[in-house]
């Protein structure tokens, strides 16, 4: 009987051996890359224990994984993966202050639980919304907090194991050593306590001072951090801390991180929360790939975030450092700039100039007051071998993060990387260091352990590991018996395909695109952030940003994934991408899936039958300019006996209501009521222009209450949006480029553009010139507040003081930003309340599609509709989007309005008054 055979029959969970699933799990967020058997998704622990069983039957090696965000590569492997996110049940005991955990739980759902009780998870890695604690545990994590809370180790009570020989058992402190390991300890007293324990963030190799007497004979405590070598963690009990009664951060402002590091001594006996630095690079990398600006920071190259539990903390270690500072209360500007530290990593991946960056040189830590000196040393090193690197961290703990502009695509970059990571562990054991800080040893590190340690210290190593799996299945090649440093890379030659967008920043090439994601992973949040819509309703790989962005790299691999543009792998996980637009903003390193999807699209379906969405919605400008000829008639079809086949025809979803047609178009419109003053073309896009003039005719009366004349182009326009979302790039390339050639009497005269639908102006500022390279209405064109705010910066808005609900457009707040929205909001005296979450679910064509409706319904039930439908009575819902208006009309009995028409009533206000 065969592996997947034997997996099938005895495990309930999901069991997978398709080449889609395994190209899933060829990475993590590290530089490497192996090709599992095949995954096992449990349903509980019985699956578990089933899975190993099989897999000892047929002697193929395990890899628990959790969320798959750890940089040092113990994530991936090429035995069986055991994806352990499904077993995620906790209870907390507010008493004793612990948690009884499964390894799947994730780090933020269990401090969510905690804090109604006043406590939380202390470890909290940058990773915290989607890690989970059985992959804390493994790489013994820790996080910003673990200067005063410590290491995931120092956190665990209790841990539920399996080994691979089939045995289960709970072990903890203060009990009985098995005799093979108390042989160990008592042959090796000198090596454990002189060579282990030496410092807080000492993660590299296994922890097995824990085993000492004077450390309770810890089992547990000794089996964190080894990284699914020893053994499958089932459950584990973990201890809680008291949350802090008044939160503030300090943030000191530093020449650079030399400074600030040679500072923290002077900070440490204050017992600060948090002792963290940020680089000014990343702030200027976060600032020019994101349409809103950064928060605010004082003067500095450098800057340490210190949390502390109560202002006057704060200000006494302000006295102290005596540099530039602020001390921020406010929660939501605190989390500000957490969120801008937490995504250093992924920004930090692309240098100004568009250059890589790659970790393997993360989470070194070194004692606080050797990290001046440390980091002075490192400079010169980067220096030699000619290469750069934006330094940040947890400067408290000594440990650095940083991404390093390697060469990891060509053999003599290889050559320098390797050489590089050698000179670099004999300067952190120079210093007294580890070579992990967190995360593990891994591929990364492991092979560099004997110039940390004793040929003493590795060969307790060996014995340790031996104990639990003597034929070495668990996780093989780390820690123990590593592999090398420089192998299974994960770049591995890429097919060179011809592409219909440009990729500018990319230098053009698809798969130096494709190399963008680097498994971080914020993709896979299921709250706080428009990315990834589908990945927050279905919970799976496969449809987050970071799974499909594996699925495309590894069509171009090609060894796993064979078919190329024609992958039905591939396709499938596309399938339920809403080209959102979010991870264009949200993912630190800027993957821009809808575009990629667009791509794949164009080649997939070249000269192939289409699906029949991609006629009836892809082509609607088209169908529209011919309805608007005869809308009665039109509406009529559309909303009577006809409907139902129209639907099934065109591939509508039947519960979806088909929007009627404007009785007259607002270009019509317009061409009957001209007006005088400083022009600006209006663009008439699509939606306004055929199903909601009164956007467009609000947004005339506004922009000629400010002086301005709205003109139209001198000619049919269209930005191309419906054939770019359906992958028929070239009928897209065509129409923009006639609309271009429209549009140049304008562009050349300066005359600047107005956009009132959301994904339009995106179109015209990123689609356009990406498929056409001609970039003049990057800079041109604008929303209605952003115009009104370069334009007339002096003019004020009517008062409208009204309530509001706003659910911005996710092409918006990915490319465009709502900054101008919100200030002049603000100004017209509307009291304004954010839909807390991100995408509203319909997303254009998508949640009209038949096998999507579902799954829109499910993303607008998780913020617009509920927040549209608690809202008071007489509130306004704005939503400058017409596919979120659409949603909301479709869900709720409320109509929303766009921007225009909330101040164009405004000005109808004031002036019956």
């Known amino acids: 009987m065969d592996l997947q055979r034997r997996l099938t029959e005895t495990v309930s969970g999901d069991v997978s051996f398709d080449a889609g699933t395994r190209a899933l799990y060829t990475m993590d967020a590290s530089n490497y890359r192996q090709v599992p058997v095949g995954v096992v998704r449990p349903d509980s622990v019985d699956d578990v224990v089933a899975a190993v069983a099989a897999a000892r039957e047929h002697d193929v090696p395990v890899v628990p994984r959790g969320g798959g965000t750890s940089l040092a590569g113990n994530s991936t492997g090429g035995g069986l993966v055991l994806d352990l996110t499904r077993l995620d049940h906790f209870t907390i005991d507010p008493e004793t202050r612990t948690a009884r955990i499964e390894p799947g739980v994730v780090l933020d759902d269990l401090r969510a639980a905690a804090a109604p009780h006043g406590l939380t998870f202390g470890p909290d890695p940058s990773t915290h919304s989607r890690c989970t604690l059985g992959g804390m545990i493994g790489n013994n994590s820790c996080g910003s907090h673990s200067v005063a809370w410590g290491t995931t180790l120092e956190n665990v009570v209790e841990l539920d194991v399996l080994t691979y020989d089939g045995v289960r058992m709970t072990v903890g ?9 108390r042989k160990l300890v008592d042959e090796n007293l000198a090596v454990l306590r002189t060579e282990f324990g030496r410092l807080g963030r000492q993660v590299s190799g296994y922890a097995l001072h824990h085993l000492l007497p004077e450390h309770g004979r810890d089992l547990a405590k000794a089996l964190v951090g080894t990284e699914g070598t020893c053994v499958t963690v089932l459950g584990a009990t973990v201890r809680l801390v008291d949350l802090p009664k008044e939160r503030a951060l300090l943030v000191l402002g530093f020449a650079d991180d030399v400074a600030a590091a040679d500072t923290v001594p002077a900070i440490l006996p204050h017992r600060p929360l948090t002792v963290e630095s940020m680089d000014e690079r990343i702030v200027a990398l976060r600032a020019a790939r994101n349409p809103e600006p950064p928060p605010a920071l004082p003067d500095g190259g450098a800057w340490l975030f210190v949390e502390v539990d109560g202002v006057a903390a704060a200000h006494a270690i302000a006295e102290v450092v005596g540099v530039p500072h602020q001390v921020l209360t406010d929660p939501a500007a605190q989390r500000a700039l957490w969120r801008l530290r937490e995504e250093g990593s992924g920004i930090s991946t692309r240098m100004a100039d568009g250059s890589e960056a790659w970790p393997g040189w993360e989470d070194t830590a070194v004692p606080p007051d050797r990290l001046g000196a440390y980091l002075r040393e490192l400079r010169a090193l980067l220096a030699k071998h000619g290469l750069r690197g934006v330094t940040y961290g947890h400067f408290g703990e000594g440990c650095i993060h940083i991404r390093i502009d390697f060469d990891l695509v060509h053999d003599d970059g290889r050559v320098v990387f390797r050489r590089f990571i050698e000179e670099g562990a004999d300067l952190v054991a120079r210093h007294g260091g580890s070579l992990s800080g967190e995360h593990g040893d891994g591929q990364v590190r492991a092979e560099l352990l004997p110039r940390m340690y004793s040929p003493a210290a590795m060969a307790l190593f060996e014995r340790f590991k031996a104990f639990w799996d003597p034929r070495d299945r668990m996780n093989p090649g780390m820690v123990v018996r590593p592999y090398r440093v420089d192998e299974n890379l994960r770049f591995v030659p890429l097919s060179a395909v011809r592409t219909a967008f440009a990729y500018p920043h990319d230098d053009g090439d698809f798969g130096q695109a494709m190399r963008r994601c680097v498994g971080v992973a914020k993709c896979r949040n299921h709250s706080g952030s428009v990315m990834c819509p589908s990945f927050q309703v279905t919970g799976e790989e496969r449809h987050s940003t970071r799974g499909r962005a594996r699925l495309l790299y590894e069509m171009l691999a090609g060894d796993v994934i064979t078919d190329g543009w024609r992958s039905t792998e591939v396709r499938d996980a596309l399938d339920l991408c809403l080209s959102c637009k979010g991870c264009k903003s949200d ?8 575009t990629y999807k667009a791509e794949f699209l164009h080649h997939h379906y070249r000269r192939r039958l289409r699906p029949a969405s991609h006629y009836s919605m892809g082509w609607l400008p088209l169908w529209l300019r011919l309805a608007a000829r005869m809308p009665r008639v039109a509406n009529a079809a559309l909303s009577g006996r006809l409907a139902p086949m129209l639907k099934r025809m065109g591939g509508i979803a039947p519960e979806r209501a088909l929007p009627e047609v404007a009785p007259e178009s607002f270009t019509r419109w317009l061409s009957r009521n001209p007006g005088s003053g400083r022009p600006v073309v ?28 709205p003109v139209l182009p001198k000619g049919s326009v269209c930005c191309g949006l419906t054939w770019v979302s359906t992958g028929q790039l070239s009928v897209a390339r065509k129409v923009m480029r006639r609309s271009l050639k429209v549009l140049t009497p304008h562009l050349d005269a300066g005359t600047p553009i107005v956009g009132l639908e959301p994904s339009c102006l995106s179109a015209l500022k990123t689609d356009v010139p990406e498929l056409t390279g001609d970039t003049r209405t990057v800079s041109n064109s604008f929303t209605l507040a952003g115009f009104l705010r370069t334009y007339a910066p002096e003019w004020t808005p009517p008062s409208v003081d009204r309530e509001a609900v706003t659910q911005v457009h996710c092409h918006q707040h990915a490319t465009l930003g709502y900054s101008a929205e919100t200030e002049l909001l603000a100004e017209a005296g509307v009291d304004m309340t954010a839909v807390p979450t991100g995408c509203c679910g319909l997303a254009g064509n998508f949640g009209f599609e038949r096998e999507h409706y579902e799954v829109s319904q499910a993303l607008a039930e998780r913020g617009l509709l509920p927040a549209v439908r608690a809202a008071a009575e007489d509130a306004v819902v704005i939503a400058d989007g017409f596919s979120c208006r659409t949603q909301v009309a479709h869900g709720s009995d409320r109509k929303a309005v766009h921007l225009a028409e909330v101040l164009a009533e405004g000005l109808t206000e004031e002036g019956s008054r």
């Open 173 to 181: 402190r203060d009990r009985e050593l098995p005799p093979e390991l």
């Open 682 to 709: 209006l663009w008439p896009d699509t939606f306004t222009n055929f199903f909601t003039p009164s956007a467009g005719i609000a947004a005339v009366r506004v922009l000629r209450a400010a002086g301005f004349n």
């Open 587 to 594: 993912c630190p390193v800027n993957v821009d899936m809808a």
